[in-house]
């Protein structure tokens, strides 16, 4: 079946542009969670969804970041004035949420990668 | 605050031989681990997790991890590399109640040479 799909895959903006980054996750999986992964590193957590709630938005950098999932499905991650140091890639996986969360397998999309110049 | 440390950066092996990859976390209750992978261009692909019982786990591609509370670590081995293993791995830790949230270190990139 399909997997988590994220579009588009390389984004470049100017700094000060605002971004919208989509993730598709797989159907029917609750979880949705958004990492960022700077060059050489590991990724980091963003934020959480379960449904169409945020549960969890405490690795949102700045004000300037913002996600949304309104009707539990698809994900949008905004970034408000891009800065240089928002270039990275940006993940998005999804997990069936059955045990809560904590133990379910996260699957991942292939990424956007974001450069600002 | 959970941590995890990937100590090598990068790892070179020749094809066949044995690799150990090592990953060590700093949580003060019982964690849950997990070594994914990451080749170029691709999302992370979950290689083996463990949550409780059996502290050797298998994965799959003929990976296994060995929990060891005392260490506070969980390495990733496999007997015998293959050319196709040449990737990114990460180890990430997560915890109860927390929703799936993951913590990565910074991962191994395993070259493999003929």
């Known amino acids: 079946g399909a997997g988590v799909s994220q579009s588009p895959r390389y984004k470049v903006a100017k700094r000060g542009q605002d971004v919208a980054l989509r993730c598709d996750p797989i159907s029917g999986h609750v979880s949705l969670f958004w990492y960022q992964q700077a060059l050489g590193q590991g990724p980091e957590f963003l934020t959480y969804?379960?449904?169409?709630?945020?549960?969890?938005k405490s690795g949102l950098p700045s004000d300037r970041f913002f996600a949304e999932r309104p009707e539990g499905s698809v994900s949008t991650l905004k970034i408000q004035r891009t800065q240089q140091e928002d270039s990275a890639v940006y993940l998005c996986a999804s997990s069936t949420g059955v045990s809560g969360g904590s133990t379910d397998t996260q699957y991942f999309g292939p990424g956007t990668r974001l450069t600002v110049l | 605050a959970q941590s995890v440390t990937q100590p090598d950066i990068h790892i070179t092996v020749s094809e066949g031989a044995s690799l150990e990859l090592r990953c060590n976390y700093s949580y003060g209750a019982t964690p849950y681990l997990f070594w994914y992978v990451q080749s170029p261009g691709q999302g992370l692909q979950l290689l083996l997790k463990?949550?409780?019982?059996?502290?050797l786990v298998q994965g799959i591609k003929g990976f296994e991890a060995e929990f060891k509370r005392s260490q506070s670590s969980f390495n990733l081995r496999k007997p015998s590399v293959h050319w196709s293993d040449a990737a990114e791995y990460f180890c990430a830790v997560g915890r109860l109640n927390q929703g799936g949230k993951l913590i990565f270190g910074q991962g191994t990139e395993l070259s493999v040479k003929p």
């Open positions: 969804f379960q449904n169409e709630a945020q549960l969890d």
């Open positions: 463990y949550f409780s019982g059996d502290t």
